[in-house]
């Protein structure tokens, strides 16, 4: 190692070379040394280990050819090291080794799963600006690593993960995990601020230091987690936690069911009671045959003593169905038009609403634990389309960026949606361009 390694750095190469840690999440701040820790860790990997293979990824190539080959030089000539040459696919050493630079961005159409990457092999490798990166392109690379002569050199599979602070799967399978002392081998996290780098330079200091956006010091300087740096979120983060403890919202008036569908290996069936703006979840089933669907929503409408106008339900075929036997439940159709023409539809008027009642403090929702965190994660994903253009109607980002998210359907986010129409309607009766009625 040079003379440039830190202290936090020097943490890092312990578990780089350990037989326990595989996967080594390291930064999560601006100037922590990310990517001077990859370029040196993988150089003296290349030319110790002589004929192995290594990559380095980032959300896409163009950005992993300039940024890590700019570094690596630095890293480089600091070691006055030559025996390497640059390609454009990656950089080869005279000692037979190579990193290749991978295309991480995600293709839902095309590449869904990754499939790209399935017959590489490697010995280890790095992610670069995970932050950026699709989750499936981490779980697929686990499995492609320790497939090149790790056996000969006796080495275990390594994968470094550098990022700044951000609300995904780094938050979820590392930071969360690892703040709660729950994070176990062969994961491990290496907070990094600029802070714990002597070698940041004054000036990068200050700009953290003085600049004026409260997000982006939380995370790049403070290196905190739970600011989301996305301005197309409709929800604070706080707000988001706070909906679980807002004990100060009362239940009032009538109660009223908001089911999301589904039957057995299609998402989940959910179902959340609402009184006023408290909601509790009183349904959540992963296997429902349509016959048990039509039980269990007829049974929580006696055992909670709701109406049927007061029963929202999803309109895809199974709403169709249920409406020919709980006569009087009412569908939605998120596609209709909205009651406001700054919408682009029915379903985004009630998500802003949705948005507006958490951020307001004035929504409690009653849940398990377990349903506690899939709802948070759902919520962060009530984001608005088109962010960056304000002539457009108001929109919401597709289901289907939100399932590729997840891995799952935002069954939860759909309920609590739905849930709304009963506060838009309350002005109105007989708004049938946005929910029908069973004849």
Request: aromatic letters at 10%.
């Amino acid at each position: 190692m040079s003379d440039k390694i830190n202290i936090k750095q020097r943490k890092a190469y312990n578990l780089l070379r350990d037989d326990k840690n595989y996967f080594i999440l390291y930064g999560g701040a601006g100037g922590g040394g990310k990517s001077w820790l990859g370029c040196e860790w993988l150089m003296q990997c290349a030319q110790n280990l002589p004929g192995t293979r290594w990559f380095v990824g980032r959300n896409n190539l163009k950005d992993s050819r300039e940024s890590v080959s700019i570094t690596f030089a630095k890293v480089a000539a600091s070691y006055n090291f030559k025996d390497y040459r640059l390609t454009s696919d990656g950089i080869k050493f005279d000692s037979g080794s190579e990193i290749i630079f991978l295309d991480l961005t995600y293709y839902p159409m095309k590449d869904p799963m990754y499939e790209r990457l399935g017959s590489k092999e490697f010995t280890g490798g790095w992610i670069e600006e995970a932050g950026e990166v699709h989750y499936l392109a981490f779980e697929v690379l686990k499995t492609r690593v320790g497939r090149h002569l790790n056996d000969v050199y006796g080495i275990p599979p390594k994968i470094l993960i550098t990022c700044n602070p951000k609300k995904n799967w780094l938050y979820k399978t590392f930071y969360k995990p690892w703040k709660e002392g729950k994070l176990k081998t062969p994961y491990a996290f290496i907070p990094a601020l600029v802070q714990d780098n002597p070698f940041a330079t004054k000036e990068y200091i200050e700009m953290l230091q003085n600049t004026n956006d409260n997000v982006t010091k939380q995370r790049l300087y403070f290196g905190n987690w739970e600011y989301d740096d996305d301005p197309s979120s409709l929800c604070d983060y706080d707000a988001i936690c706070d909906v679980f403890t807002n004990e100060h919202v009362r239940p009032n008036g009538l109660p009223k069911l908001s089911a999301d569908l589904a039957m057995k290996g299609r998402d989940r069936f959910v179902t959340g009671k609402a009184v006023g703006h408290v909601c509790t979840m009183i349904l959540d089933k992963t296997y429902s045959p349509g016959k048990m669907i039509e039980t269990d929503l007829r049974n929580a409408m006696i055992d909670h003593r709701v109406s049927r106008s007061n029963v929202i339900v999803d309109s895809d075929g199974l709403g169709a169905y249920l409406e020919s036997y709980l006569t009087g439940i009412k569908e939605f159709h998120g596609g209709a038009r909205a009651l406001s023409d700054e919408y682009d539809n029915i379903k985004t008027q009630c998500a802003f609403k949705l948005a507006e009642l958490i951020n307001n403090r004035d929504f409690r929702i009653i849940c398990t634990p377990e349903q506690e965190e899939r709802i948070k994660e759902e919520l962060a994903l009530l984001k608005r389309a088109n962010v960056d253009k304000d002539t457009r109607k108001k929109s919401l980002i597709t289901k289907e960026t939100m399932k590729a998210t997840l891995n799952h359907s935002p069954d939860y986010l759909d309920m609590l949606i739905m849930l709304m129409i009963f506060e838009l309607r309350k002005p109105l009766k007989g708004a049938r361009a946005i929910v029908t009625e069973a004849d």
